[in-house]
Nanobody, 119 residues
Framework: QVRLVESGGGLVQAGGSLRLSCAASGDIFNINVMGWYRQALGKQRELVATITSDGTTHYADSMKGRFTISNAAKSTVHLQMNNLSPEDTAVYYC??????????????WGQGTQVTVSS
């Protein structure tokens, strides 16, 4: 089992910034990709950004230039969110794809952290 613990969500005014963090722990041999997804009320979950173990990043078009994903360690990922707008209000989920010590592939999700942007 792998556990993902997210932190850093909250309430912020439009134009403000927040930094989300996610730490993975448990039966991990290697993590290939970590990422952030979000789900607004009444909408489908969507990609925000991902980062591979070698530091390659990928962003959804609407996040480019405002959000930055980084990994402080192989099992920790951050999401710096700047110039937030009310449209960014959603539950943000951390995700990790990798291999267990038994060399079984895994994909796990965090419990989600609420980000609310007021106008």
């Amino acid at each position: 089992q792998v556990r993902l613990v997210e932190s850093g969500g909250g309430l912020v005014q439009a134009g403000g910034s927040l930094r989300l963090s996610c730490a993975a722990s448990g039966d991990i041999f290697n993590i290939n990709v970590m990422g952030w997804y979000r789900q607004a009320l009444g909408k489908q979950r969507e990609l925000v950004a991902t980062i591979t173990s070698d530091g390659t990043t990928h962003y959804a078009d609407s996040m480019k230039g405002r959000f930055t994903i980084s990994n402080a360690a192989k099992s920790t990922v951050h999401l710096q969110m700047n110039n937030l707008s009310p449209e960014d209000t959603a539950v943000y989920y951390c995700n990790a794809d990798g291999w267990s010590t038994a060399f079984s592939p895994f994909r796990y999700w965090g419990q989600g952290t609420q980000v609310t942007v007021s106008s």
